[in-house]
Structures are given as structure tokens and as C-alpha cells.
């Protein structure tokens, strides 16, 4: 049985325990242990609450009971043992017990989250006292290594939770399939798990208003912007049984965050580095007016891939932010790409990596493929001396026909003369200037706080015609009318 619960009611508790509360021999850290959402059968991270003894002499607890209010989704364990029940619990002076509560949350019929409640009894000396437990509730469509064969489309009625087993680690989607997300959807993944795409994966929306965010499934605040927490959206390079159908993702208004490897284009089941290359095809993916946020690894992975990218924000890695590796097609227009870690991660590489070639650790092999890249109206910048990593197989020959790299309009973090050698077009760059931003890591608006004096302001001739938000550009605010700010947003 699930109990919901008007705030009105929650209010009542709250006012009426307090006066139970931090008098006599024992008193609490907290009246309420409140759990953040916890989708239905999916349980929850463990919370905990002291006992706190304020006497000078070891005192008895006579009884700590758990009251089943509702029914039987918390439990709680004392002294590291779980039960109902429990009988002459002793503190120390001036000392404190633990009580360790999980819940899991049984499912109903509500689209809307729920409240769940319970209590935990405290009987000493004849005195009853209480602390709260509650937990708000969450329906939801689960996917336990689901391999999708046709057409599907998931809906935006409820959360959709991925869990990995061992024959699919999250979800696949099988070539011939497509999987298409309805705007508005969202995607919570456990542990590793990740969706998978021999097929074709489209999560598109045309407004933030219903915008299809990924993320990890735990919803407590540890977890905010912490990453590591699933592994990926990841397009795979078809198997032989999948014919010519080459794996195709298209991405817009969403939100990627928490990730080991953000959006990867190009893994495979192959050992063999060889099943990377021409003439195998090449998964394309197309961004635009995406967020890749807090990755542990990278926001953006492509080895020998096909990734079109516009107005989409990607920062805050472990490892280099964007990793084009092993050479193919890149195109990047109006990104911003801007790492200086966080408190989870430290930033030691490159916020760019250039590469046309891999080599295969068993057999110390080399091979190399042609790498294309583009890049316009675009920041590429982070706190190291050097954010842009060129890794060329022919690093002693000046002829870069396999080492083909563009950028154009760009504010870059590097040395203009290393830029100039490994790139066939050097026009009109900002190199090592600070972009200052509004807020890195939480608004890439360029500003600062005396006005507008970024470089990238009203700075490339040409552009996209809206930003990441919808701005309409060019909106000029210097003596350069009818020019355009670099990065995915346009200062309003």
C-alpha cells in the first residue's frame, strides 16, 4: 500500500514532532529523513540518522522499532544488523548510534510522483519518540537488456529506467531497428549500462520547454554532476550480418550528463583494428542544440566516425573532452568545448585530440585512416597551457592530405604556429584569450561582469542563424553590426 500525502499534512508532522526532539536523554541529527525521488522497484542509495546520547553515563534504548506504517518498503539497520525490531540498545556518553534506512518503492497506478512514510520509534525510560521517514515515489518504464529488433518509440508518459544484465549490458538497438524518444523523455541509466546502436537512435525535440535529457538513475543530490554514473550512448561500427546499413543518431534539445563516454561513434565487437577502417562503414551522428556535461571520460568519443556537430555545449571531462581518434569526418559549427574539471575530475588532458591513426596494443600494429576535420565559429578552450592535441601518423611529412584540418573563427587555446602546421586552413583566429564567460561549468554566455568584453563577441562575418537557445543571431552589441559570437550562445 502506498499512502499519498497532502504538503499540508507533511507540515503537521514537521511542527508537531520538533517538541519531541533535543531535550532529554537523546536527541536526533534530524526529525525527518527525507529520500529524493526513488523510481518504483529500482530501490534507493542507504540514508542515515544519529542517536545522539547527551548524558554523561551510557544509556539504554529500550526498544528502536520500525512501525510499517504503510507497508514494508523501508528497512533499517542498527548496529549492522537490519530489522523491525530491536531491543536494549546501549550509547556511550557523549556518544552517537547510527540508524541506517533503505527504501524501495512498490508500484501503483500514478504518473505523477508520490509520498511514501514511515516512522522509526524511539522507547527509553517510558518516552516514546519518533523520527519521520519519506520518500517520494516514481512510476516508470523499465528496460532489463532490452534488444530492440523493430521500429520502437518511447513514450513520454514516465521515466525510462536502463539496467544492464549480462547478455546486454542497457539497450541495443538492432540494425533494420529504429528507436525513436519521444521529446520530453527521461532516460535514467544504472550502473554501466548504456544504449546501444547497430540501427538508428533519434531523440529529437524543437524546444528546451520538452528537451531529452540522459542521465544517471540515482537522483540524491550526491549525485549531482558527478560522472561515471552510466556508460554511454554508444554507435557501433555493423557487424557483417547487418549488410550496408551503416548506424545513424541524430540528437536535438537534449541533455547528456554523467556519463563514462558521453556520445561514443565507432566502437565495435572487433579485436581486430583492421574491422575499423575503409572500407567498413562509418556510423554518422548529427548534434545540435545538445548539452555533454560531466563526463568521466569524454563528452564526445569518435574513432573513424561520421560526426556532424551545431550549437551544442560539451564540458567538464577526465579525459579529453573531445577524442577523435583513428581519423574520419568531423564537423563542428557554433560549439563550445571548454574543460577545467571539476571536483570529481581532474583536467590533465587536452580539451581536443586530432587523430589519424591507432595502434593495436597486442601486435604493436600502426593504422592509420584519413582524418577530416572542420571547425568553425568555435571555442576550444580549458586551464592548461595547450587544449588542442594533433597526433599525425606522418608527424616528419608536410603533406597533410591525410591529416586534413579546418578552423576557422575560432578562439582556440594553443600556439598559433602548431595550430597553422597541422592544419590546412588557418583563418582568422583567437589564440590563448580568455572568453570569459558568465559562469564556466554553468552559463557559457559570453559576458563579463563590467559589460561586454569578450573577444568572441560580434567576432565571425557568417553563422547559424539561432544559438543553442533560440536567440536569434547575429545580435550585435559592439561596432561590428552583423556579426556573430563565436561558441553555441549568442549574447543577448
Known amino acids: 500500500m502506498v499512502l499519498l500525502i497532502a504538503p499540508a499534512a507533511l507540515l503537521f508532522f514537521s511542527q508537531c514532532k520538533k517538541d519531541l526532539l533535543g531535550d532529554g536523554k537523546i536527541s536526533f541529527s534530524t526529525d525527518t529523513l527525507t529520500f529524493d525521488t526513488v523510481f518504483v522497484a529500482s530501490g534507493s542509495t ?10 554523561r553515563s551510557t544509556i539504554t534504548i529500550d526498544e528502536i522499532r520500525l512501525l510499517h506504517l504503510v507497508g514494508t518498503q523501508f528497512r533499517i539497520n542498527v548496529d549492522a544488523v537490519t530489522g523491525d525490531r530491536f531491543t536494549n540498545v546501549e550509547i556511550a556518553p557523549r556518544d552517537s548510534a547510527y540508524i541506517f534506512v533503505e527504501v524501495t518503492v512498490n508500484p501503483n497506478s500514478s504518473a505523477t510522483p508520490f509520498v511514501i512514510i514511515d516512522d522509526v520509534q524511539f522507547l527509553i525510560d517510558g518516552a516514546v519518540k519518533t523520527v519521520h521517514l519519506q520518500a517520494w515515489g516514481q512510476n516508470a518504464h523499465y ?13 513520454n508518459d514516465l521515466p525510462h529506467i536502463i539496467v544492464s544484465r549480462d547478455t546486454v549490458p ?76 551503416i548506424p545513424k543518431g541524430f540528437f536535438d534539445h537534449c541533455v547528456v550528463d554523467g556519463s563514462t563516454n558521453g556520445i ?54 577526465g579525459d579529453y573532452l573531445i577524442n577523435l581518434g583513428l581519423g574520419g569526418k ?14 570529481y575530475v581532474n583536467h590533465q588532458k587536452e580539451v581536443l585530440l586530432l587523430s589519424n591513426f591507432a595502434v593495436d596494443g597486442r601486435t604493436m600494429v600502426t593504422y592509420p585512416e584519413k582524418l577530416n576535420s572542420s571547425f568553425t565559429n568555435c571555442v576550444v578552450y580549458g586551464n592548461l597551457k595547450n587544449e588542442i592535441s594533433f597526433n599525425n601518423y606522418k608527424p616528419d611529412e608536410f603533406d597533410l592530405t591525410d591529416f586534413d584540418n579546418s578552423f576557422k573563427y575560432c578562439l582556440l587555446k594553443s600556439n ?17 584569450e580568455e572568453p570569459r564567460f558568465k559562469e564556466a561549468n554553468v552559463d557559457f554566455t559570453p559576458s563579463d561582469s563590467a559589460g561586454y568584453f569578450s573577444p568572441i563577441i560580434d567576432y565571425a562575418p557568417t553563422g547559424l542563424g539561432t544559438d543553442i537557445f533560440g536567440t536569434v543571431r547575429p545580435v550585435s552589441k559592439t561596432n561590428n553590426p552583423n556579426k556573430f559570437d563565436l561558441g553555441a550562445v549568442e549574447a543577448p
Open 143 to 155: 528496460h532489463y537488456g532490452d534488444e530492440i529488433k523493430t521500429d520502437a518509440t518511447w513514450a
Open 264 to 317: 561514443y561513434a565507432g566502437a565495435g565487437l572487433s579485436n581486430d583494428l583492421a574491422d575499423y577502417i575503409s572500407p567498413n562503414p562509418r556510423p554518422v551522428v548529427n548534434i545540435k542544440n545538445t548539452i555533454v556535461k560531466n563526463s568521466l571520460n569524454h563528452a564526445i568519443f569518435g574513432f573513424n566516425a561520421d560526426i556532424k556537430a551545431e550549437n551544442s555545449i560539451f564540458f567538464a571531462s
Open 46 to 55: 542507504t540514508r542515515n540518522f544519529k542517536v545522539i546520547n547527551n548524558t
Open 330 to 343: 568531423y564537423d563542428f559549427t557554433h560549439c563550445t568545448m571548454y574543460n577545467s574539471g571539476s571536483k
Open 170 to 245: 542497457g539497450a541495443y538497438v538492432r540494425c533494420g531497428a529504429k528507436l525513436t524518444i519521444q521529446p520530453g523523455c527521461q532516460i535514467f541509466f544504472g550502473d554501466n549500462a548504456a544504449i546501444f546502436v547497430e540501427g538508428e537512435l533519434h531523440a529529437v525535440s524543437n524546444s528546451w520547454t520538452d528537451s531529452i535529457v540522459f542521465r544517471g538513475v540515482r537522483l540524491e543530490n550526491y549525485y549531482d554532476n558527478k560522472p561515471g554514473q552510466w556508460f554511454g550512448i554508444v554507435f557501433l561500427r555493423n557487424k557483417a550480418d547487418c549488410g550496408s546499413q
Open 416 to 432: 598559433a604556429d602548431t595550430v597553422g602546421l597541422f592544419s590546412l586552413i588557418n583563418e582568422q583566429n583567437l589564440f590563448n
